[in-house]
């Protein structure tokens, strides 16, 4: 595969953030997804949050594993560290990284198909350590690189594009996120840029496990009338391919939604997609709250987007095992190795 890089020049008159970085300093190589994909979306505002809070992005360690969602890190931040995993992997490889060096801010960006399947256990363990993380997962329902079988987080009674029906019951990411311990737990639809950018920032500025759940419609292979992840379905309540394997382009879909209320999206299939934007007065503070908040409107199909939880003392993965605050990839012999007879004494004590 080729990438395509964007222009070297930068226009004179670019605004700078007080890091002296203009927008163009947080982009990437030139997106290779299908027009019209939501996870373009994502990366545009990931690109926006990072410019706004003047993060130099040598500052940022971006970690992926397999999956349409884990190619975008090439799209944006291409002057910070980055590491493509395996299927799944991201989380342990991310935990690796931040034991080693905490002086830098991770980004973790997964899909449905590779945290809540083959790496569930990965994702679970990383959030109820408390890594110090803003760990995105782009759900779209569907293994879009492997031609649209859908994922774990595929609605029950969703439909393929094949007309086949899931008869499986759903993960839902958010609710294991906030049952696992993370401090930091929201939902939002790529889309919705006003409320996603937001909450990237916040999520950027937590310390601790944040975890952002962006429902983002695949075009390709759910984006079809049955499908729950569609544009329709979520501007509501995709699949723009023929049969000579052509992808349809397709505008992008921006949504402005008020707090508190319900938008339906329609998808350019046809389907449609409901989502629910927290009221202002909604207590993210509150964990059975949120959770009870979630099943309820869950069960009138209904996908809760906003802040959902957040821990005013949160603790990091540092924090719970006392690791000095010097990063430990810097730390030489002499601190690492306490000499025999400290040894001698610790080994005595679990005799």
């Known amino acids: 595969m080729t990438w ?9 008159s670019l605004a700078k953030n007080e890091a002296g970085c203009t927008r163009r300093d947080y982009e990437g190589a030139i997106s290779t997804l299908c027009a019209g994909c939501g996870h373009d979306s994502i990366s545009a505002a990931i690109v926006q949050a990072f410019y706004e809070l003047s993060i130099p992005p040598h ?21 910070s560290h980055g590491f493509n995993s395996v299927h ?17 801010i991770y980004l973790g960006v997964s899909g449905d198909g590779d945290s809540a399947s083959i790496g569930f256990g990965q994702f679970a363990h990383s959030i109820r ?15 879009g690189l492997t031609k649209g079988q859908r994922s774990a987080t595929a609605d029950e009674g969703s439909m393929l594009k094949k007309g086949d029906v899931n008869t499986d019951k759903p993960i839902d990411m958010v609710s294991m996120a906030i049952k696992l ?3 930091f737990v929201a939902r939002s639809f790529s889309g ?7 909450l990237l920032k916040a999520a950027i500025e937590h310390r601790g496990a944040a975890f952002l759940d962006v429902i983002s419609p695949c075009v390709a292979f759910n984006n079809h009338a049955g499908s729950t992840k569609s544009y329709d379905w979520v501007r509501e309540h995709n699949e723009a391919v023929n049969q000579l394997d052509v992808m349809e382009d397709h505008e992008e879909i921006v949504l402005q939604q008020a707090p508190g209320t319900v938008e339906e999206i329609s ?6 997609l409901r989502l629910r934007k927290l009221a202002q007065d909604f207590d993210p503070t509150d964990k059975a709250g949120a ?36 990063p430990l990839n810097v730390l030489g012999e002499a601190e690492l190795c306490p000499g025999s007879k400290t040894l001698a004494a610790i080994n005595a004590s679990l005799r």
């Open 291 to 326: 959770l009870d908040f979630l099943e309820r409107h869950g069960a009138k199909g209904e996908l809760v987007t906003g802040l959902l939880f957040v821990d005013r003392a949160p603790k990091d993965m540092h924090q719970h095992l006392g690791t000095v605050s010097t």
């Open 267 to 272: 998808t350019p299939d046809g389907t449609t």
């Open 59 to 79: 500052r940022v360690a971006k970690l992926s594993g397999i999956g349409c969602s884990s190619k975008t890190p090439t799209y944006f931040l291409g002057a």
């Open 192 to 198: 919705d840029k006003e409320q996603l950018v937001p």
């Open 181 to 183: 311990g993370a401090s």
């Open 129 to 143: 350590r408390g890594v110090d993380m803003i760990y995105i997962v782009e759900n779209n329902g569907v293994y």
């Open 4 to 12: 395509i890089a964007r222009p070297k020049f930068h226009h004179a």
């Open 88 to 104: 799944g992997r991201m989380p342990s490889v991310l935990t690796g990284a931040n034991m080693a060096n905490r002086d830098l």
